[in-house]
């Protein structure tokens, strides 16, 4: 049971959320903190070196976003052309005959007085 004056949350089996959302609140004013500083230093910067900046920051950014995406998908790829290698291995394998090199699907066995035109 509670001690008398105590709010509910302040049981020992509760846990206190406050120092994750003090992170939160220092993070978050720390971004737009930064955000204004980039900002003003671009109107401080001249026109050329601006362009030489924005230039660098989007290079930047493309080869994170490059490394980023093919960390996560990567394995994705390699996961489909496998299954498509095996696909295409089942299939020749299983019905149809060899002619040297040629492979002859059993589907096109029955159409060979078929009309082009």
């Not at 020992?12 to 220092?26: F, G, I, Q």
């Not at 601006?50 to 994170?64: G, L, N």
């Not at 490059?66 to 960390?71: D, G, M, N, T």
């Amino acid at each position: 049971m509670a001690r008398a004056g105590l709010a509910r949350y302040h049981e020992p089996h509760c846990r206190e959320s406050r120092p994750r959302s003090a992170v939160l609140e220092k993070i978050v004013p720390a971004f737009i903190v930064v955000a204004c500083l980039v900002a003003l230093g671009r109107l401080v910067l001249g026109e050329r070196r601006r362009f030489r900046v924005d230039r660098t920051v989007a290079r930047w950014a493309r080869s994170a976003r490059s490394r980023i995406e093919a960390l996560f998908t990567w394995n994705g790829d390699r996961r489909r052309a496998r299954r498509a290698a095996d696909e295409a291995i089942r299939r020749a394998r299983g019905g149809g005959e060899w002619d040297g090199n040629v492979y002859r699907p059993k589907s096109f066995q029955g159409k060979k007085d078929r009309k082009i035109h």
